[in-house]
């Protein structure tokens, strides 16, 4: 009767080894690697997500303050709402000004010429920010409204030119050109700005 026997190391047992010390450091420093990577790309992802957020609300919030005096600012409530703008003044007139231009718009209202009450709206440019102070039914608002940037942005968004200039021929304000250049804040030493400028007539 023939034996069969095996030959040391031939066998599936003898053929495994374990892990040694070099290979479980180099799967360490692999990992540790890959992490720091996926970190530092994390990081930059949310930097600049931020940095393109804040530029997008300073673009956002520039417009709206320019359909804001174009279109008027609300006074009043419910049905007794009114806009003091642009497209519905029956007067307009440039203060801080030269004849040609200035730093702020002083509205005057429709309602006022039958009211007599002297109301009206007034942008203008103070501190970094465009604000409005109006007069509603001959009542004072209590205090200007930060139409740009907002009273919550102060830190992180300056207007660094507002300028209001007449295009019309006539000597009455019949038309005007709005120059809006602001900035904001995105990093340390690192801002992003805009400029607008836009035509608005008196209807």
């Known amino acids: 009767m023939m034996k069969v026997t095996s030959k040391p190391g031939n066998n599936l047992l003898s053929r495994q080894r374990g892990v040694t010390l070099v290979e479980v450091i180099v799967v360490m420093i692999i990992s540790t690697l890959l992490i720091l990577i996926s970190a ?4 930059t992802f949310f930097r ?5 957020n804040a530029w997008a609300e300073l673009q956002k919030d ?4 320019l359909n804001m005096i174009k279109n008027g600012v609300p006074v009043g409530s419910g049905a ?8 519905n003044a029956l007067k307009l007139q440039l203060t801080g000004t030269t004849t040609s231009s200035g730093t702020g718009l002083r509205i005057t209202p429709p309602t006022d010429q039958g009211l007599q009450t002297h109301d009206f709206a007034h942008f203008y440019l103070y501190d970094g920010a465009v604000r ?5 039914h001959g009542i004072q608002v209590a205090s200007p409204i930060y139409v740009f940037p907002k009273e919550d942005n102060l830190e992180n968004m300056v207007v660094e030119r507002f300028m209001i200039s007449k295009v019309n021929l006539e000597s009455e304000v019949l038309a005007v050109q709005v120059e809006l250049n602001a900035r904001v804040k995105t990093g340390t030493d690192k801002d992003r ?11």
């Open 40 to 43: 530092v790309g994390i990081g």
């Open 80 to 87: 007794d709402m009114e806009y003091y703008g642009v497209t």
């Open 48 to 52: 600049k997500y931020k940095e393109l």
């Open 193 to 203: 700005y805009i400029k607008f400028k836009t035509k608005m007539v008196k209807k």
């Open 132 to 136: 409005c102070t109006y007069v509603y």
């Open 62 to 65: 520039g417009l709206e303050c």
